[in-house]
Nanobody
């Protein structure tokens, strides 16, 4: 059973920095995407940053140049360094590991989420 444990959220002033961590336990596919999403009150969950299965990175336009995703494969951990934080970055941040196995009728998707960590940026 895969479990994801996040840490590093908190309260910070605008312009400050935080680093989130997400450690996975259990069996993770080497083809897994690893990413961070966030959800603010009244909004849908949105992608913040992720590694694709091909190790490319995607970032939301709103965080480009401010946030950096990184990972340590040996530790099965993904990080999100957040700099120049803005009040609009306030949200619950979730990490996600996902991959697909098999073909056709035997295709199966694995999709795991962390419990979420609150990030609050004061103005």
């Amino acid at each position: 059973q895969v479990q994801l444990v996040e840490s590093g959220g908190g309260l910070v002033q605008a312009g400050g920095s935080l680093k989130l961590s997400c450690a996975a336990s259990g069996s993770i596919s080497s083809a897994s995407t690893m990413g961070w999403y966030r959800q603010a009150p009244g909004n849908e969950r949105e992608l913040v940053a992720r590694f694709t299965s091909g190790s490319f990175t995607n970032y939301a336009d709103s965080v480009k140049g401010r946030f950096t995703i990184s990972r340590d494969n040996a530790k099965k951990t993904v990080y999100l360094q957040m700099n120049s934080l803005k009040p609009e970055d306030t949200a619950v941040y979730y990490c996600n590991f996902a991959w697909t196995t098999g073909w056709g009728t035997s295709k199966r998707r694995y999709d795991y989420w962390g419990q979420g960590t609150q990030v609050t940026v004061s103005s």
